[in-house]
């Protein structure tokens, strides 16, 4: 029998492929549970029918949370001040002697079970604090104030009822579009908006970027072919990405990685060369002031697109992650001092390099600062650097970052501010090539969906099949 032309079942393949982006799309919306998620929250699998195990896990999360009653009932006097004040403009989080800070104090103390966001055990919460006279007003209360806060951070709300509408939405689509200058977006980037420090913020490219990015490869003569499409991460193969970082071996001195961290900084100082083209100014964050970015670090591309003018947090302030790490940082190249200096301060590779990743990275299309954005963000970026520079420019990003989300500490950083954030252990190496290659290049997105007749979907199915089996 004639073996089939791989060729001939190309529109099946690239139908099942885009089937499968689109499936997992859906399942890692915001808002949309996930089986893992329910197991999390409820005990519970989402795609299976309870065992009994799991519904006594359930019903353990349950009694969780009623024994907190006692907790609920000695706070109640201090959580309706802290409401009272609340109405009266005063907002207290967490006061001192509420009931939420003496179940704290208790688990602390080993007396109570710490509060979680487990589902079934605030469940069980809310039922024992219906036992209390008093608990009912409380938790109705702590609801709607939680409600008005969050209703406060949909953009366009403030501008309801009022004429013009959603007069906030409309300016900062206007921005958007100002600053793209007619540059399409990435095909799938999020263009809902959003509240950024107190403002609405629509995501979109920035041409001046862009062009910077463009003139940079012309100027140096290399191919440049960066991503068209938006591309979100697909979570197992981040996993594996950070337990590959987790397995390098930090080694400064290998010649091999010596060549790429080398290669790497000298065309990271030509990029930062064609970005003072631009007349960005960079300011850096000095210890005695506040993150100007602490809000949302989109800020930061916002203050680019709308100021020229970047906020940086110097490596002098900050270098290395996680304080379990056991890592030498003495002999990082990024640590080598550059011959410029930034805003009256002599800078290291590395400040460089953090100023033109946020530039080029995020900056340039409008890549977020989440793990999403951060995967995108090294697609956008790696496209500017050589085959030799990419090795390590992919363990100082795409490595570091899938070990931040999704490494021993991601469900802990999927929430937290930069500030609380364990960032990756500062480790010099590289990442195995197919860290560097899987999911950098486009795939194909039709704008109409594909007919195929099921005999084609079935072949394109097989040859699938086949092509998995081989890469194991």
């Known amino acids: 029998m004639k073996k089939a032309e791989p060729s001939k079942y190309a529109a099946a393949l690239q139908y099942l492929q885009q089937m499968r982006d689109r499936v997992a799309q859906f399942v890692n919306t915001p808002g949309t549970a996930r089986p893992d998620e329910y197991q999390e929250r409820f005990g519970l699998a989402g795609d299976a029918v309870p065992s009994i195990a799991q519904t006594g896990q359930a019903t353990a999360a349950f009694g969780r949370g009623t024994t907190r009653l006692p907790f609920r009932m000695l706070g109640t006097p201090v959580d ?13 989080d967490t006061p001192v002697g509420g009931s939420d800070w003496m179940i704290d104090q208790a688990a602390r103390a080993g007396l109570a079970y710490p509060r979680t966001d487990n589902a079934m055990e605030a469940i069980g919460d809310v039922a024992a604090s219906f036992v209390n006279p008093v608990g009912p007003a409380t938790r109705i209360g702590t609801t709607i104030e939680r409600g008005a806060e969050y209703a406060k951070s949909i953009p366009g709300f403030e501008s309801l009822g009022r004429p013009g509408g959603n007069r906030s939405v409309a300016e900062a689509q206007r921005a958007a579009s100002r600053a793209a200058g007619g540059t399409p977006a990435l095909i799938g980037t999020p263009t809902e908006p959003l509240s950024v420090a107190g403002r ?3 995501s979109g490219p920035t041409k001046k970027a862009v062009k910077a990015a463009e003139n940079y490869a012309s100027r ?10 938006f591309r979100k991460v697909i979570p197992e193969r981040a996993t594996k990405i950070a337990a590959a970082y987790d397995a390098m071996p930090h080694a400064p001195n290998d010649p091999k990685v010596k060549a790429a961290y080398d290669a790497m900084i000298d065309e990271t100082l030509d990029q930062w060369n064609e970005i003072k083209k631009s007349g960005l100014k960079v300011e850096f964050i000095r210890p005695d002031m506040q993150d100007p970015y602490a809000k949302s670090p989109r800020a930061a591309i916002m203050d680019v697109r709308d100021n020229n003018h970047l906020w940086v947090f110097p490596t002098e302030s900050g270098f290395g992650g996680t304080k379990s ?3 030498d940082i003495s002999g990082n190249p990024l640590l080598r001092k550059t011959g410029e200096v930034i805003d009256g301060v002599p800078v290291t590779a590395n400040d460089i390099f953090r100023i033109v990743h946020d530039y080029f990275g995020h900056i340039k299309y409008g890549h977020g600062f989440r793990a999403d954005g951060e995967e995108n963000a090294w697609r956008a970026h790696s496209a500017m650097y050589s085959p030799l520079a990419r090795k390590a420019m992919t363990s100082e990003t795409r490595g570091q970052n899938s070990w931040v989300n999704y490494g021993p500490y991601g469900k802990q950083n999927k929430t937290a501010s930069g500030a609380d954030t364990q960032y990756a252990p500062q480790k010099t190496g590289l990442l195995p090539d197919w860290v ?18 099921p005999t084609k979907i079935a072949a394109g199915l097989t040859l699938y099949g086949q092509g998995q089996q081989e890469r194991k």
């Open 220 to 229: 140096r003569g290399t191919s440049y072919a960066p991503p068209k499409t």
């Open 436 to 453: 560097i290659e899987e999911g950098l290049a486009d795939e194909f997105y039709p704008e109409t969906p594909l007919r195929l007749p």
């Open 80 to 92: 309706l001040s802290a409401l009272g004040m609340a109405a009266a403009g005063y907002p207290t």
């Open 325 to 327: 790490a056991d890592v």
């Open 200 to 202: 609405t913020y629509v």
